[in-house]
T-cell receptor, first 111, second 115 residues
């Protein structure tokens, strides 16, 4: 039972354009959402988060949008840079400190 | 070191053997998590320690898996009688108090290969 789903295993975007990574969840009790970024042979690193009381959170080139009615969130990266090439994991929690992760989306930004 | 430290970084073992994976969290972090990532899969929650509370073991896949955290710091994940499906990268993470305050800081992982 996959409570957090990232249906696109990979995404390829040209440098300078927008990258949009999507995430869907099924558990309506989730109230806190995070995005992590992972380079090969390294542990995931925190990127950006959003609480369910908001529908948007922005940090530099990264913006996360939350649509609670659709149980959907997305991460926008603009402009995309080659250094953004990594695997991006969506994660969620609800009332506990346990994070449930999605399966990840591999982003490749090409020149 | 300043980050989460895991050892060994790589472990190759034969089916049926026991293995121990170690995690040194960031000093002062009260919460400690174990996740694993199998080939082509996401991050699967295994177990969570928070202070002196009873650990949340709900993610452990079988009774061959166990973990302990001594003195509220170092944690050891033990897999008994390893099977080939146990092959994965085992990731440890720590956080300061909980998600409301901070985010998880991950180690680089221990890659386990069961032959």
């Amino acid at each position: 039972d996959q409570q957090v789903k990232q249906n696109s295993p990979s995404l390829s975007v040209q440098e300078g354009r927008i990258s949009i990574l999507n995430c869907d969840y099924t558990n309506s009790m989730f109230d806190y959402f995070l995005w992590y970024k992972k380079y090969p042979a390294e542990g995931p690193t925190f990127l950006i988060s959003i609480s369910s009381i908001k529908d948007k959170n922005e940090d530099g080139r990264f913006t996360v949008f939350l649509n609670k009615s659709a149980k959907h969130l997305s991460l926008h990266i603009v402009p995309s840079q080659p250094g953004d090439s990594a695997v991006y994991f969506c994660a969620a929690s609800g009332g506990t400190d346990k994070l449930i992760f999605g399966t990840g989306t591999r982003l490749q930004v090409f020149p | 070191g300043a980050g989460v430290s895991q050892s060994p970084s790589n472990k190759v073992t034969e089916k049926g053997k026991d293995v121990e994976l170690r995690c040194d969290p960031i000093s002062g972090h009260t919460a400690l998590y174990w996740y694993r990532q199998s080939l082509g899969q996401g991050l699967e929650f295994l177990i969570y320690f928070q202070g002196n509370s009873a650990p949340d073991k709900s993610g452990l896949p079988s009774d061959r898996f166990s973990a302990e955290r001594t003195g509220g710091s170092v944690s050891t994940l033990t897999i008994q009688r390893t099977q080939q499906e146990d092959s994965a990268v085992y990731l440890c993470a720590s956080s300061l108090v909980g998600l409301a305050i901070g985010e998880l800081f991950f180690g680089e992982g221990s890659r386990l290969t069961v032959l």
